[in-house]
């Protein structure tokens, strides 16, 4: 089989790559990604010379670029490709809507033309809004969209394509709503590896408001292997949701955590003006993958001390990102470099 992955050298992209090949060694990868900030080809060395594997600098959002990988032949495609940030969607929100929006769409219109057995959409329980603080509903494949950011915006808009599709076009399309991810190579602007990057270089971590804004975290492997399921015996035009097994957390509870396992002695924590819209609480309902077979492997303390461990072991992974482009992005989120 011929998985085309987009976004393959982001964060969860590339941990779908490397966990493709190792599980189907007879399949060939295709990794398609424009090298956006996240994108980093020091994800993939160890596998970059594999005949299993090939990489096309490409922006979905030209179709134009992504054409002639389609016409090569595509069994499967997953879109991980994204603008991802929500900080970042609240001054340049016009990358989202080219990359997850128009890019989206180039994707439905190729998989349409070159008859693609099915797509798959990795979008994010952001897109149904957030839930108070003390409320014990979780969402479900049922909950709608009521997305609070422009990042959550433009992946809702991606599903509105989605669902045209299917219904017009009758596409073979799935989509899965997956809450945070944390693990190994993800951009260390993300609450958790900059918190763990922080730490190491002896900087205090900003908090966003009170900190008691609650999230449910999921191992990045967990959620490749809840990916493998739906493309195996997901239905077409179904949603899945997909969360973890944790009790949900807020960010003081999850940055102690990260702070005991790290075990560096100091007063970590500055509190910083939240960000506008900051949604409060999201809790994912997995049900319905449940019945798939699927549940997650890694508890939320074995997430945090794989990650945890990894960062510790990759420093010159994250110090070369760290001294780039990040500066300037991170200057203007929050007044003052961290
Ligand atoms: N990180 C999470 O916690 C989380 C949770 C749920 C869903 N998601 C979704 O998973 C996907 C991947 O997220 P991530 O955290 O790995 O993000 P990331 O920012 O680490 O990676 C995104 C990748 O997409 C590439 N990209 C961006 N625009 C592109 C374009 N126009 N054409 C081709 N490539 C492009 C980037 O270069 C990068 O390699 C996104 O769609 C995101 O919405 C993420």
């Known amino acids: 089989m011929k998985v085309l992955i987009t976004g393959g050298a982001g964060f969860i992209g590339s941990n779908i790559v490397h966990y493709w ?3 189907y060694p007879k399949d060939i ?12 080809l020091d994800n993939l060395r160890d596998i970059e010379k594999s005949p299993k594997y090939k990489f096309y600098h490409s922006d979905i959002s030209r179709y134009d670029e992504i054409e002639p990988i389609f016409k ?19 001054y340049e929100p016009n990358e989202f809507i080219n990359s997850n929006i128009i890019g989206t769409r180039n994707l439905l219109e190729a998989c349409l033309k070159y008859q693609v057995k ?21 969402f479900t494949a049922e909950t709608l ?16 394509f989605i669902m045209a599709y299917l219904h017009t076009h009758h596409l073979p ?3 899965s709503n997956c809450t945070n991810n944390i693990g190994p190579y993800q951009y260390p602007e993300k609450f958790v590896p900059l918190a763990i990057t922080n730490i190491l270089e002896g900087k205090k971590v900003p908090v966003y408001g009170t900190g008691k804004n609650i999230r449910d975290w999921i191992y990045v492997i967990d959620h490749c292997r809840a990916i493998d399921v739906i493309l195996k015996k997901g239905k077409p035009g179904e949603r899945y949701l997909i969360g973890s097994d944790h009790r949900e957390i807020n960010n003081i509870q999850l940055l102690s955590k990260i702070i005991k396992v790290m ?14 819209g900051h949604d409060r609480k999201y809790a994912v309902d997995w ?6 077979g699927w549940k997650p492997k890694y508890s939320l303390d074995q997430s945090i001390r794989l990650t945890v461990e990894w960062y510790m072991k990759n420093t010159r992974w994250w110090k070369k990102i760290k001294s780039g482009e990040y500066r300037k992005a991170y200057e203007k989120i929050y007044g003052k470099n961290y």
Do not use: C
């Open 72 to 90: 090569q032949g595509v069994d499967v495609v997953v879109n991980f490709a994204a603008q991802t940030h929500v900080d970042r969607s609240l």
């Open 29 to 40: 990868v295709i990794n398609l990604d424009a090298l956006k900030y996240s994108g980093n």
């Open 173 to 175: 399309a799935t989509i």
């Open 287 to 292: 049900t319905k993958i449940g019945k798939l």
């Open 145 to 160: 969209l009521n997305p609070s950011n422009e990042y959550a915006a433009s992946k809702a808009s991606a599903e509105m």
């Open 21 to 23: 090949l190792d599980n």
């Open 118 to 138: 099915r797509f798959h959409q990795i979008s994010t329980d952001e897109v149904f809004g957030d839930l108070a603080i003390n409320d014990k509903h979780k």
């Open 263 to 276: 075990d560096i002695p100091g007063d970590w924590m500055e509190f910083v003006t939240d960000r506008p």
